[in-house]
């Protein structure tokens, strides 16, 4: 039985953000065609003739053609174990990226070679900035005309704040477009358009080889050199300890729709990026090696078969081997639980597992017992940080109008909530139901899944608020007295958490100097 140490060494967890429609769902497509998880890659073009990419499997999303739910793939690549978190482009959804975040060792950004950086991935990177966590840079849509890979480089260090050092390099772009030369490995990949099969490699000794003219031309040949010998002058050499210290971005160019320059950057991405890491809890620091098992709910997803109205939560293992029917004290309501049915995930193909190691992510059958932030251990008192739920910045009266369906109307808002989708306050002063979002589309999705998943049916109500602030105090009078003040606006979140809900600025600028002693929270981890 191989030991924790092996295991770990061989996890690599990592996730693929990027702005919507840089090609993020292709490439997680791609990189499973390489850890032959599936063996036709389904093309995504149009909502009219789509084959769903395996990673899409929400009704919503399949009509829409946009990731909403962080999807989790594992798979084997050579002697490694590889779990891929895709994530959601939309940044109506950023919160789920940035939940998710924190259950990943390191990051693969996609940027669009014609787009460059957009405002979405820029936020992204802040979080990983946050967390130093490492990444990695595809550069995708090489067979597309767009901007000179120099200048992309020169955006991606200003826009992401990050050093970058380019790994691979691209002969041409657009209609012109010849290959890469990977400059890590020092071989030369000639581009043939096919979606189903990989492009030749040429073998050469290095850059000066003569092969590589008879290859591109000589035109183009000379060209290359040239860039390679700005690239090592201008760029010092790739140095791995930065990259793990979240100090240097490598970058890879090609185009996943074709398959190319997926491999160079997988091959690349196991070699040099981190397996799992010690985390920080509130109480001390665990390492993965450890005996005692630890880990942490990051996101719960509902129904995942439709079949079976059941919830999902995902555990991301911190340390320790997770056993299968072996006790687990769940630390915040002190019970003790065992897992029959603990399941490995294929996108939506699911498989029962005996044993999962640190970097790992398992999806544990969950009836109501889990909220996100949750800790899971062998006995041990732990509480991870860094799972906060932000302030919203949009809300809406929820109203149910089939009176015959409040019961599934009622359960279907407790699910949805607890997945992290939303949030809900209830108003202390009508006892009506507000629902908080980051954007628009949310309410869509809650309205769909209630009615496709739930069979119940609800209608929004304008309401005008402009944010919702957790408030404390140390002082019980100052609370009771602006809770008196400020009746119709106070709600109470599914914690029972004093909320205040302004209607504007102003009034929450005035509330604050008015009330020196009440403290304003604007997330949810104080």
Known sequence: MSTITEEIKKRRTFAIISHPDAGKTTLTEKLLLFGGAIHIAGAVKSNKIKKTATSDWMEIEKQRGISVATSVMGFNYGDYKINILDTPGHQDFAEDTYRTLTAVDSVIIVVDVAKGVEQQTRKLMEVCRMRNTPVIIFVNKLDREGRDPFEILDELEAELKIDVRPLSWPINIGAKFKGVYNIYEQSLDLFTPDKQKVSERVEIDDINDQRIDSAVGEADAKKLREDIELIEGVYPEFDVDRYLQGKVAPVFFGSALNTFGVKELLDCFVQIAPSPRPIETLERTIDPAEEGFSGFVFK??????????????????????????????????????????????????????????????????????????????????????????????????????????????????????????????????NGRKIIGTVGQLQFEVIQYRLLHEYGAQCRWEPISLYKACWIESDDAEALSAFKKRKHQFMAVDRDGRDVFMADSGYVLQMAQSDFPKIKFHFSSEF
């Open 300 to 429: 719960i997803h509902a129904n995942m078969d439709p079949n079976h109205r059941s919830c999902i939560a995902f555990v991301k293992i911190c340390s320790g081997r997770f056993e299968r029917n072996a006790p687990y004290r769940h630390i915040r309501s002190n019970k003790t639980m065992k897992f029959a049915a603990p399941t490995a995930f294929m996108a939506q193909k699911k498989n029962i597992v005996d044993e999962a190691f640190p970097g790992d992510i398992i999806g544990i059958p969950d009836t109501g017992n889990f909220k996100i932030g949750d800790t899971l251990t062998s006995g041990e008192e732990l509480h991870f940080k860094g799972l906060p739920s932000f302030s919203p910045e949009m809300f809406k009266y929820i109203e149910n109008t089939d009176p015959m369906k409040s019961k599934q109307l009622e359960k279907g808002i407790q699910q949805l909530m607890d997945e992290g989708v939303a949030q809900l306050f209830v108003n202390q002063f």
